[in-house]
Nanobody, 128 residues
């Protein structure tokens, strides 16, 4: 069982930055056994993959819409994954979720169905 708690959301002007954090409480497996993903869901839209990081933190993947602006990272000593969001745009407004997948077949899964555990989400609002 894994519990994920996101933090760091808020209201920011377009062009600004935010850093989201997601801290995991793990029991059966070490945090370093989990690939971690970030997803978001805007009102009236499907939840979509934003970015993710593999178990070690070396490999990362991003949605095209955020490449060059968002950076995913992790600190396995703190059981925490981060999403640094720069040059934010109004279309980035959404609830952001972190997700965990234990020992995935691929380094960074991008489909939400793959993930085993989810956080409660944190709201990010970007004003124009």
């Amino acid at each position: 069982q894994v519990q994920l708690v996101e933090s760091g959301g808020g209201l920011v002007q377009a062009g600004g930055s935010l850093r989201l954090s997601c801290t995991a409480s793990v029991r059966t497996f070490s945090f370093s056994n989990y690939a971690m993903g970030w997803f978001r869901q805007a009102p009236g839209k499907e939840r979509e993959f934003v970015g993710g990081v593999n178990k070690s933190g070396v490999r990362k993947d991003y949605a095209d819409s955020v490449k060059g602006r968002f950076i995913a990272s992790r600190d396995n000593t703190k059981n925490t994954v981060y999403l640094q969001m720069n040059n934010l745009k109004p279309e980035d407004t959404a609830v952001y979720y972190c997700a965990a997948k234990v020992n995935p077949r691929i380094a960074v899964p991008t489909t939400q169905q793959t993930y085993d555990y989810w956080g409660q989400g944190t709201q990010v609002t970007v004003s124009s």
